[in-house]
């Protein structure tokens, strides 16, 4: 990760977990329900219903929707990527519920909760003065203004473990980056590498933004198409449960959404040449490696690759910045939705067997 990429991470957790008051309400809370282990035995319950909704209050809109994937790792090396948003609040249900007549074990767990929410602001802000004793976070800007950093993880089945799979991984992301890049009047040279990290390889990219833009937005249009296809395979499970003999429309529904995620790319590359104003008589040739790249892209993550941005600074508002302005909201955009998509699609493939 990189200085500017932790710093902002660290803003990220004093506007959306300090701010919100999250570790004073977990302490609270533990502290209402804590009241009922210490009571007297023909002392009435100590309610704390008042204390639970304060918290989820606080904790269920946040999302990592700004987020680079290596700064959700951070958070997740942290263990509280689990106890906020939408899935911190089931989480603290959950506990409840399963507790309901056991409210020592209930109370233990709450306090695990916020004894990791206490441990990370520690973390954190120990981080955040660290760093700011060296660095600006706006004056250490590693990315020229126009440019994104764009990173590509090489894993799972695109993982490269020796030359041959290095060359064959090279050939694919010249295919991707020349497409995109020849669709608007660019050039392969456009994709700068700048990094490169060992593990599952990643490759760090200083990109032009309107490249990053139209990269995002096949990987968006992408999972679109994949968000149905777990969507019909959840309707399917959901038939098997009834045990109707609806086994026939199940395997058409299943069917039709294998045809649906075939026929993606061809959707995709329809969307691409809109918003890129290609006109397929014309521009014939640019057309056709904008097809290769889409399908490659496609492929590659299809088959485990990653490929994530970390959502730049906007420039100074003067009139010559107006249309990289623009661009990065946008791409910002489109990582947002992304994200969203990507949360939607894993807690569809928990109930599905894909």
């Known amino acids: 990760m990189q200085i500017t990429e932790l710093l902002k991470l660290t803003e990220w957790f004093d506007e959306n977990i300090v701010e919100k008051g999250v570790p004073k309400k977990f302490t609270a809370f533990y502290n209402k329900m804590n009241q009922n282990i210490r009571r007297n035995g023909n002392q009435p319950l100590v309610p704390f219903e008042q204390e639970k909704e304060n918290i989820i209050n606080a904790i269920e ?20 990527v689990e106890l906020i948003g939408k899935i911190g609040v089931q989480k603290i249900e959950e506990i409840l519920i399963k507790n309901n ?89 456009d994709f700068n590498i700048i990094g490169a990290k060992k593990g599952s390889i990643i490759i760090e990219m200083a990109v032009i933004v309107g490249l990053a833009t139209s ?96 959502q730049p600074n906007e420039p100074d508002d003067e009139p010559e910045n107006a249309e990289i302005r623009e661009e990065i909201q946008r791409l910002k955009t489109n990582i947002g939705e992304i994200r969203l998509l990507e949360n939607q699609i894993k807690l569809l493939e928990n109930k599905v067997s894909v």
């Open 61 to 80: 809109d946040i999302n990592f929707q700004s987020l680079s994937l290596e700064q959700i790792n951070f958070l997740n090396q942290l263990e509280i």
């Open 101 to 189: 007549l056991d409210i020592a074990t209930a109370t233990i767990k709450i306090k695990e909760s916020s004894d990791t929410i206490t441990k990370a602001q520690a973390t954190i802000k120990e981080l955040q003065t660290t760093l700011y004793k060296s660095f600006d976070i706006e004056e250490n800007e590693e990315i020229e203004d126009n440019k994104v950093l764009m990173r590509v993880y090489f894993q799972n089945d695109v993982s490269i473990e020796n030359l041959t799979d290095f060359k064959k991984l090279s050939a694919t992301w010249y295919d991707i980056g020349r497409g995109i890049a020849m669709a608007q009047d660019k050039s392969p040279e």
């Open 215 to 310: 990269v995002s937005k096949i990987l968006l249009e992408s999972l679109k198409v994949a968000d149905r296809f777990v969507n019909v395979l959840k309707q399917v499970e959901e038939l098997k449960s009834l045990k109707l003999g609806n086994k026939k429309i199940g395997l058409e529904l299943k069917k039709e959404a294998e045809k649906e995620r075939d026929a993606g790319t061809a959707t995709i590359l329809e969307n691409a040449i809109i918003d890129l104003k290609l006109d397929a008589k014309q521009n014939g040739d640019k057309v056709t490696a904008l097809q290769k790249s889409i399908t490659k892209l496609i492929g590659f993550t299809q088959n485990g690759g990653i490929v994530d941005f970390v």
